[in-house]
């Protein structure tokens, strides 16, 4: 397998600056545009087997680490959505060419949904002609997050500024900042329609124990014009990492 290229990328238009590792491979389009997860990076098993397949099939892929995840530099404590939706976009511009097809896992089908909307005002993006979301964790920091805190937490957050949540997929915990809390409120979409200007599929395991299927399907409601396809796995997990998960990632990604 022939690597992809590694590349740095300074976003230094918001205080403190950072550099964001990205890997790109050449290829024809539409491309691949992955975005990780909270606390997850651009060498997972569904981003590599996603670069794998493009390697194969001669398409373009670009993968990157927000800052404080992975390869990418800059502190996670500092990350807020409007953050890593600042160094998704600047990635996007400066690596992408052609057609492309927005991967968003979790966290990063929340990005998906913000860049498709702020993409489509700049007349200088290559266009997205897809997208395909795992489990995406939509408003996570309000509805999946701060509405089912204990008030105990809440005000441990309001009062310190930061809580160290427990973690079901490693053994250190992960630092709950009020700055990802209070930016995640400017940043929300259920409360109103949801279009992309392009075709949406959705993959959810309906044994998510993060992000529930119902979120999902309260996240199709919104799309206003969008062809939208729901695809539900009854015994998937969040990750939806598993041979056969991966199978359905390809093929949803094909369809594109």
């Given amino acids: 397998m022939n690597e992809a290229r590694l590349a740095s990328l300074p976003v230094d238009?918001?205080?403190?600056k950072r550099t964001v590792a990205v890997r790109t491979r050449e290829g024809k389009s539409p491309?691949?545009?992955?975005?990780?997860g909270f606390k997850s990076d651009m060498k997972g098993t569904k981003a590599e087997a996603l670069d794998r397949w493009?390697?194969?099939e001669g398409r373009g892929c670009v993968r990157f680490d927000y800052s404080g995840h992975g390869e990418s530099g800059g502190a996670f404590t500092d990350g807020t959505i409007g953050r890593w939706l600042e160094e998704s976009l600047a990635v996007y511009l400066h690596f992408t060419r052609g057609a492309q097809v927005l991967i968003g896992s979790s966290m990063g089908g929340w990005l998906a949904l913000l860049m498709a909307r702020a993409l489509s005002e700049r007349a200088d993006a290559a266009p997205v002609a897809g997208m395909v979301l795992i489990a995406p964790a939509v408003d996570f920091t309000e509805e999946l997050m701060w509405k089912q805190f204990s008030e105990a937490t809440k005000r441990e957050i309001e009062q310190k500024g930061l809580w160290m949540r427990p973690s079901a997929y490693g053994e250190d915990p992960y630092p709950i900042t009020r700055a990802l809390i209070e930016d995640g409120r400017k940043h929300l979409l259920l409360g109103g329609l949801i279009e992309t200007r392009?075709?949406?599929?959705?993959?959810?395991?309906?044994?998510?124990?993060?992000v529930p299927w119902r979120h999902a399907v309260e996240l199709v409601s919104r799309f206003s014009r969008d062809d939208v396809v729901l695809t539900l796995i009854k015994d998937g997990d969040h990750r939806l990492s598993r041979?056969?998960?991966i199978e359905r990632l390809i093929s949803a990604v094909k369809e594109f």
Wanted: aromatic share 6%; net charge negative; glycine share 10%.
């Fill in 54 to 56: 493009a390697e194969r």
């Fill in 31 to 36: 491309g691949l545009f992955w975005l990780g």
């Fill in 198 to 210: 392009c075709p949406v599929h959705i993959l959810q395991g309906v044994e998510d124990p993060d």
């Fill in 243 to 245: 041979p056969e998960d």
């Fill in 13 to 16: 238009s918001s205080s403190p």
